[in-house]
């Protein structure tokens, strides 16, 4: 079983500045790609942001220059810091991650969500 787990989400005025983290737990042996996705109401869960193991990263066009992936490795955690934070950003923030488990099978995992409210 593997788990990740999401914190920092809230709210906060538009301009402003949120920090995402996600932890991984379980039975790991590796996880290559860990990312972030979000999911607003009534609309699908899209790509935020993607970090490969080597800390290659990749964003959606509406996030470039406004948001940062990065990860510890030695932490299982991957991070999304979120400035200049607009309402259309206003989503269910869902962390992902490709993981290799002790037993040498992929799966894909995701976190429970945490909501990000950009709102004055």
């Known amino acids: 079983q593997v788990q990740l787990v999401e914190s920092g989400g809230g709210l906060v005025q538009p301009g402003g500045s949120l920090r995402l983290s996600c932890e991984a737990s379980g039975s790991i042996f590796s996880i290559s790609r860990m990312g972030w996705y979000r999911q607003a109401p009534g609309k699908q869960r899209d790509l935020v942001a993607i970090?490969?193991?080597?800390?290659?990263?990749n964003y959606a066009d509406s996030v470039k220059g406004r948001f940062t992936i990065s990860r510890d490795n030695a932490k299982n955690t991957v991070y999304l810091q979120m400035n200049s934070l607009k309402p259309e950003d206003t989503a269910d923030y869902y962390c992902?991650?490709?993981?290799?488990?002790?037993?040498?099978?992929?799966?894909?995992?995701w976190g429970q969500g945490t909501l990000v409210t950009v709102s004055s």
């Open positions: 992902y991650g490709f993981v290799r488990t002790i037993a040498r099978s992929y799966v894909d995992v």
């Open positions: 970090i490969t193991g080597d800390s290659v990263s």
